[in-house]
Antibody, heavy 121, light 106 residues
């Protein structure tokens, strides 16, 4: 079964850091680009960051550029999101998603259930 | 910035056709993707590369893209199609989602 399972969410104070993880199974992880997408409850989807199959390309939304770092470990079939200098507006449900193509631009055909990040003092 | 605009809501009677538009200047020449999201669930890809359906997506879902507007069409809409729908496009290394459309089947 193709599956993505996120973890690492929680309550964190503004200005602190948090690291999200996504464990992939059921497909050849290093054949595809991967992404993080977030959603504030009751609001729309926001693409956060994406990484190519071989780590060579990493892209970020303007809202997180310079604060978040995406990474992957193909030996562990895992995707990560290091979130630094967190702000209240980063509060959201964070989804891990698989791209249909190795370098992106293929659409996201597999999604996890998400992990919740709450930034509050 | 890169913005994709969708109607806030669309209402349709069972068995009728629902059309959802997605507009943005930078959609021109780019592929459009469409996602369905039901309450409490993760998004589901229903259309990729403007017109293609992933395996398992019913034939009543179709897409088109012309100029700066992409359209998702649901023919013979069923009650189970009631959901939020988001368009998406890729450009200059980043993905952008549309504002989202709530489809209500009356």
């Amino acid at each position: 079964e193709v599956q993505l399972v996120e973890s690492g969410g929680g309550l964190v104070q503004p200005g602190r850091s948090l690291r999200l993880s996504c464990a992939a199974s059921g497909f050849t992880f290093d054949d595809y680009a991967m992404h993080w997408v977030r959603q504030v409850p009751g609001k729309g989807l926001e693409w956060v960051s994406g990484i190519s199959w071989n780590n060579s390309t990493r892209d970020y939304a303007d809202s997180v550029k310079g604060r978040f770092i995406i990474a992957r470990d193909n030996t562990k079939n895992s995707l990560y999101l290091q979130m630094n200098s967190l702000r209240s507006e980063d509060t959201a449900l964070y989804y891990c998603a698989k791209d249909r193509r190795p370098t992106g631009e293929g659409g996201m055909d597999v999604w996890g259930q998400g992990t919740t990040v709450t930034v509050s003092s | 910035s890169y913005e994709l605009t969708q109607p806030h809501s669309v209402s349709v009677s069972p068995g009728q056709t629902a059309s959802i538009t997605c507009s943005g200047d930078k959609l021109r020449g780019k592929y459009a993707y469409w996602y369905q999201q039901k309450p409490g669930q993760s998004p589901l890809l229903v259309i990729y590369q403007d017109t293609k359906r992933p395996s398992g997506i019913p034939e009543r879902f179709s897409g088109s893209n012309s100029g700066n507007t992409a359209t998702l069409t649901i023919s013979g809409t069923q009650a189970m199609d009631e959901a939020d729908y988001y368009c998406q496009a890729w450009g200059s290394g980043v993905y952008v989602f549309g504002t989202g459309t709530k489809v209500t089947v009356l």
